[in-house]
């Protein structure tokens, strides 16, 4: 799996090279860090605890809350690291690493999204056959699948990855190892590798995107043409609301950044994109799900009074 050339190491450049900024980043961002661990933490342990909330939506929650725990350790601890380093170097196999696991957390959670937008498709649309279509058995399922698959999904470009040829600069002009700066370094043939990049990863993510899109797609039209009650209504929609938002903050900038061009873009705005995605949303979904899903607050709640 090792390549033959005589890198044995890269050096991340980080999201800026002013030294006067390091530390005041360092701070901001250890805690984002920590606010990620503990706002997902919270949830993971609720969903667990509170027997109220053991249903196919909270299953996946959990899940999902997992992803985002595990997505800002693959990135977030290097960084910090790295602002407060003079060497800012990282190994060839611990950049092929972080890039596995950032690809394999990254499309699981794409599938993890589309499977949520799927079961409140079924406990709206199909609300006598939910129990049936998403029972235990079947949500476990579909939790091991997508996790195989993103798995797989990321061994494929961490390989391929890893047998490029890098002879020239050893200079990765971002705060993480992904496959688009590691592109840039190569000196051979990397046209394989692009193709994987738009092909197999684009649908990785362009297709859970459009079924959650199809999804919600039929929830609309099914409430509106089915539903005459404006509070039936008003439930169902706010229901989907937290979701969509935890969708449209994950999908925006990663369609943006794997759509474009692998080589000639500018590296300024892939990192900033790719804190958006990496840093950012997994902080949010923990703030959307809580303050806008009455029965999370409520568990929550009730966690706390048997905890004091």
């Given at each position: 799996?090792?390549?033959?050339?005589?890198?044995?190491?890269?050096?991340?450049?980080?999201?800026?090279?002013?030294?006067?900024?390091?530390?005041?980043?360092?701070?901001i961002?250890?805690?984002i860090?920590?606010?990620?661990v503990?706002?997902?933490?919270?949830?993971?342990?609720?969903?667990?605890?509170?027997?109220?909330?053991?249903?196919?939506?909270?299953?996946?929650?959990?899940?999902?809350?997992?992803?985002?725990?595990?997505?800002?350790?693959?990135?977030?601890?290097?960084?910090?690291?790295?602002?407060?380093?003079?060497?800012?170097?990282?190994?060839?196999?611990?950049?092929?690493?972080q890039?596995?696991?950032?690809?394999?957390?990254?499309?699981?959670?794409?599938?993890?999204?589309a499977?949520?937008?799927?079961?409140?498709?079924?406990?709206?649309?199909?609300?006598?056959?939910y129990?049936?279509?998403?029972?235990?058995q079947?949500?476990?399922?579909?939790a091991?699948?997508?996790?195989?698959?993103?798995?797989?999904?990321?061994l494929?470009?961490?390989?391929?990855?890893?047998?490029?040829?890098?002879c020239?600069?050893?200079?990765?002009?971002?705060?993480?190892?992904d496959?688009?700066?590691?592109l840039?370094?190569?000196?051979?043939?990397?046209?394989?590798?692009?193709?994987?990049?738009?092909?197999?990863t684009?649908?990785?993510?362009m297709?859970?995107?459009?079924?959650?899109?199809?999804?919600?797609?039929?929830?609309?039209?099914?409430?509106?043409?089915?539903?005459?009650?404006c509070?039936m209504?008003?439930?169902?929609?706010?229901?989907?609301?937290?979701?969509?938002?935890?969708?449209?903050?994950?999908?925006?900038?990663?369609?943006f950044?794997?759509?474009?061009?692998?080589?000639?873009?500018?590296?300024?705005?892939e990192?900033i994109?790719?804190?958006?995605?990496?840093?950012?949303?997994?902080?949010?979904?923990?703030?959307?799900?809580?303050?806008?899903?009455?029965?999370v607050?409520g568990a929550?709640?009730?966690?706390?009074?048997?905890?004091?």
């Amino acid at each position: 799996m090792l390549n033959q050339t005589s890198v044995t190491e890269f050096l991340l450049l980080g999201v800026t090279d002013v030294q006067v900024l390091q530390p005041v980043l360092f701070v901001i961002f250890l805690a984002i860090y920590i606010v990620n661990v503990a706002g997902n933490g919270v949830i993971m342990m609720v969903v667990i605890s509170d027997s109220r909330l053991h249903s196919p939506m909270y299953f996946f929650l959990g899940n999902l809350s997992c992803l985002d725990i595990c997505y800002s350790m693959v990135t977030l601890p290097k960084m910090l690291e790295n602002f407060l380093s003079i060497h800012k170097t990282i190994s060839f196999l611990g950049c092929i690493s972080q890039l596995h696991f950032f690809h394999f957390l990254g499309s699981t959670e794409a599938m993890l999204l589309a499977v949520m937008a799927f079961d409140r498709f079924v406990a709206i649309c199909k609300p006598l056959l939910y129990t049936l279509i998403m029972n235990h058995q079947v949500c476990t399922q579909m939790a091991v699948t997508i996790w195989i698959i993103g798995f797989f999904h990321a061994l494929l470009h961490s390989v391929m990855t890893s047998r490029l040829n890098f002879c020239d600069s050893n200079h990765i002009h971002h705060f993480f190892c992904d496959v688009k700066p590691l592109l840039e370094l190569a000196c051979g043939n990397t046209d394989l590798n692009e193709w994987l990049l738009h092909s197999v990863t684009g649908t990785i993510a362009m297709g859970p995107f459009s079924l959650t899109l199809l999804s919600y797609f039929y929830i609309i039209i099914y409430l509106f043409f089915k539903t005459h009650s404006c509070s039936m209504l008003h439930k169902a929609l706010s229901t989907c609301a937290s979701h969509f938002m935890v969708v449209v903050l994950f999908y925006a900038p990663v369609v943006f950044t794997y759509n474009r061009p692998a080589l000639g873009s500018s590296m300024d705005q892939e990192w900033i994109i790719a804190i958006m995605y990496s840093v950012i949303t997994p902080v949010l979904n923990p703030l959307i799900y809580t303050l806008r899903n009455k029965e999370v607050e409520g568990a929550l709640r009730r966690v706390i009074r048997r905890r004091l």
